[in-house]
T-cell receptor, first 111, second 115 residues
Framework: GENVEQHPSTLSVQEGDSAVIKCTYSDSASNYFPWYKQELGKRPQLIIDIRSNVGEKKDQRIAVTLNKTAKHFSLHITETQPEDSAVYFCAAKQAGTALIFGKGTTLSVSS | GAGVSQSPSNKVTEKGKDVELRCDPISGHTALYWYRQSLGQGLEFLIYFQGNSAPDKSGLPSDRFSAERTGGSVSTLTIQRTQQEDSAVYLC?????????????FGPGTRLLVL
């Protein structure tokens, strides 16, 4: 079955810096790659997703890139703000399966 | 509209007791998923429903765990003879269909503590 690896497990940046979180997946049949943000004590919320026919997608300060050949995808957050502090999860999915999540990255943005 | 809801929000039980966790998906969503999140850990997939059918039960940790969904809506996750290692947040999610590229929306979770 699918396996998703996520790095780093923790990431600390200064406000205004960029943050990058990387994920790799094992099953080349996966074709949907969402990213979720989970604030402390809250439910995971979708922040951006990318489908396999697209290499990059951007939404204001966040962007996701996908390299299907290498089977990895990344989340990029620019101009980080303290409210970006949270746990971020990547996931991968293919037809007929549920989302398989990475173990999460705890992002801390200090002002 | 209303999002995914779960009840109870918190549950404290004694080791060996049975518990039932409930999930109300977004109206019209045919796919429903259960995940478990242990303290500081990722999201562990447990089971999903397509309509009332659960094609993949391989994620259930043991035979003490079971789930059902009736009427294509509400789902119940039951844990029998609870153990301390069952303590976790149990999250439910739903999506419009089981298509590979449908967004999953999560509920607030049930925080289970087994003493």
């Amino acid at each position: 079955g699918e396996n998703v690896e996520q790095h780093p497990s923790t990431l600390s940046v200064q406000e205004g810096d960029s943050a990058v979180i990387k994920c790799t997946y094992s099953d080349s049949a996966s074709n949907y790659f969402p990213w979720y943000k989970q604030e402390l004590g809250k439910r995971p919320q979708l922040i951006i997703d990318i489908r396999s026919n697209v290499g990059e997608k951007k939404d204001q300060r966040i962007a996701v890139t996908l390299n299907k050949t290498a089977k990895h995808f990344s989340l990029h957050i620019t101009e980080t703000q303290p409210e970006d502090s949270a746990v971020y999860f990547c996931a991968a999915k293919q037809a007929g399966t549920a989302l398989i999540f990475g173990k999460g990255t705890t992002l801390s943005v200090s002002s | 509209g209303a999002g995914v809801s779960q009840s109870p929000s918190n549950k404290v039980t004694e080791k060996g007791k049975d518990v039932e966790l409930r999930c109300d998906p977004i109206s019209g969503h045919t796919a429903l998923y259960w995940y478990r999140q242990s303290l500081g850990q990722g999201l562990e997939f447990l089971i999903y429903f397509q309509g009332n059918s659960a094609p993949d039960k391989s994620g259930l940790p043991s035979d003490r765990f079971s789930a059902e969904r009736t009427g294509g809506s509400v789902s119940t996750l039951t844990i029998q003879r609870t153990q301390q290692e069952d303590s976790a947040v149990y999250l439910c999610a739903s999506s419009l269909s089981f298509s590979a590229q449908e967004t999953q929306y999560f509920g607030p979770g049930t925080r289970l503590l087994v003493l």
